[in-house]
């Protein structure tokens, strides 16, 4: 009986039968390039990537930067024009041509894109988000402008203050630019996102027309839960000023020069029941370096994560391992990020310790490249079982 029943579907394109919304569920776990390749097996499948809602579109994966083009101008061309675009992931770490660029931002704002994850080299002037650009339907935006066609520490594109788009919880900033526009110096770019959850910024400076002034950068957000800053070494620092009643999660890497408490620093933000905080220390050239982490560690934290470079730093401060942290008391987790040319003082983590003894200690190593475009393609994965 077995025997019959396998000569009878024997041969048969079962997977064509299945219905168009599985088929494309198939194909949104493929990169483009690869669903494409599926339309020649029958006419079955010939239009359905035409239709995908999840895309993903990395150079990498062409012989050229020209072929890798060619590919997305056509692909975009060839779409249906009722098909929605939910979700891009775009990477290209080449030239790409400004006006194609453009031609694909106004594709997916016209077709109801909610998830954007774009890695593209661009111009100042090239970046085609302008000023009172307004889409009501994008939830989670990645933008990073990579650095391949100028150098480190230059001007990058100009992040807009005043992009309107109202449903965004996710945000991701990668080498651009935030442009002061106050005459005391400040930054304000993100207040328009009314329902922000999740704010990253990373090697993004600031840009002052007045030089006169101190440059600030000031994140105001009842929504904000998680914040993320990182502030690489080449740049020249800046301080930040938070409104964010509702922050719960802190990463900062960089330099920190600045106290956060206090009413010229901070302003209606209760960090002291922030619960998760991380600081990674990247160089030891400010001398107040303890005192300003003592300031830091005034949250009533419940896990607390340090590097190991920071504390090899600390280090160099015998002072610091004297410095009583009254507000640990509530500590219940102190991680240890450890990397692979930072090696661990032995024991001199336990200073954080004092008063939370029965905090459980775990040392485990850093994030890598491969751990990060891991987590993105987690974050896309999520959003693509929702259609």
Not at 241 to 254: E, I, Q, R, V, W
Not at 345 to 350: K, L, V, W
Not at 368 to 381: F, H, P, V, Y
């Amino acid at each position: 009986m077995k025997t019959r029943r396998r000569r009878r579907y024997h041969g048969k394109d079962r997977i064509s039968a299945l219905p168009d919304c599985l088929l494309l569920q198939i194909l949104s776990n493929l990169e483009v390039y690869r669903a494409v390749q599926l339309s020649i097996l029958s006419t079955r499948w010939k239009n359905i990537w035409k239709h995908m809602s999840v895309v993903t579109l990395h150079h990498r994966n062409f012989e050229s930067i020209e072929s890798f083009a060619t590919f997305v101008s056509q692909f975009f061309s060839f779409r249906t024009g009722k098909s929605s675009l939910q979700a891009l992931n775009f990477e290209c770490f080449h030239y790409f041509d400004p006006d194609l660029l453009k031609r694909i931002i106004k594709y997916l704002f016209s077709h109801n894109i909610q998830l954007l994850d774009m890695s593209v080299p661009c111009s100042l002037e090239h970046f085609p988000l302008c000023t009172n650009f307004s889409y009501h339907s994008l939830t989670s935006l990645k933008l990073i402008a990579c650095q391949e066609i100028y150098h480190w520490g230059r001007q990058g594109p100009v992040f807009p203050n005043s992009l309107q788009f109202p449903a965004l919880t996710y945000l991701y900033l990668g080498f651009f630019t935030l442009l002061c526009t106050t005459d005391d110096g400040y930054a304000d770019p993100f207040s328009v996102f009314q329902s922000l959850n999740t704010l990253i910024i990373k090697h993004c400076p600031l840009y002052n027309y007045i030089t006169n002034v101190e440059d600030s950068l000031f994140i105001s957000s009842v929504t904000l839960v998680n914040l993320t800053i990182v502030l690489p070494d080449s740049y020249k620092s800046y301080k930040f000023k938070l409104s964010t009643p509702n922050l719960c999660s802190f990463n900062f890497t960089g330099n920190p020069f600045q106290n956060l408490s206090g009413h010229n620093n901070i302003s209606n933000t209760n960090f002291s029941y922030i619960k998760h905080v991380r600081i990674s220390l990247i160089s030891n050239k400010v001398a107040k370096f303890p005192s300003i982490l003592s300031n830091w560690l005034l949250a009533l934290m419940e896990s607390f994560t340090v590097t190991s470079k920071t504390l090899k730093i600390l280090n160099l401060f015998p002072k610091s391992w004297k410095i009583d942290f009254p507000y640990l008391h509530n500590l219940k987790l102190l991680k240890i990020e450890t990397h692979e040319f930072s090696s661990l003082p032995d024991g001199r983590e336990d200073f954080l310790l004092q008063n939370a003894p029965s905090a459980k200690k775990v040392i485990f190593p850093g994030f890598s490249l491969k751990d990060l475009a891991k987590e993105d393609r987690r974050r896309i994965k999520q959003f693509r079982y929702r259609y």
